[in-house]
Nanobody, 124 residues
Framework: QLQVVESGGGLVQPGGSLRLSCAASGFTLDYSTVGWFRQAPGKEREGVSCISSSGKSTNYKDSVKGRFTISRDTAKNTVYLQMNSLKPGDTAVYYC?????????????????WGQGTQVAVSS
């Protein structure tokens, strides 16, 4: 079966860093657009970042620009989200999602394959 699994969440103090991982099985992420999404309690799921199949196109939610970096590791079939300078407003469940299309960077939640989510909590 085709699936993605997130890991790397946890509790961190404001200003700290976390690196989330999105590992795929059953398909290669090199053929997919991959997005990171997050959902805080009582709020709508929102796009955080995306990366195209080639890795040449990336995009970020305005509030995380300059703090988060999305990247690919082809050998590990994994996409990462490096999160620096974390703020309490970043607290949410973070989801990785993939869609088997090329040459797009998709920030809306239209992906076919979703992980179960990993909790990120930023608190003093």
């Amino acid at each position: 079966q085709l699936q993605v699994v997130e890991s790397g969440g946890g509790l961190v103090q404001p200003g700290g860093s976390l690196r989330l991982s999105c590992a795929a099985s059953g398909f290669t992420l090199d053929y997919s657009t991959v997005g990171w999404f997050r959902q805080a309690p009582g709020k709508e799921r929102e796009g955080v970042s995306c990366i195209s199949s080639s890795g040449k196109s990336t995009n970020y939610k305005d509030s995380v620009k300059g703090r988060f970096t999305i990247s690919r590791d082809t050998a590990k079939n994994t996409v990462y989200l490096q999160m620096n300078s974390l703020k309490p407003g970043d607290t949410a469940v973070y989801y990785c999602a993939a869609l088997l299309v090329q040459n797009v960077c998709l920030m809306t939640p239209l992906h076919k394959y979703w992980g179960q989510g990993t909790q990120v909590a930023v608190s003093s």
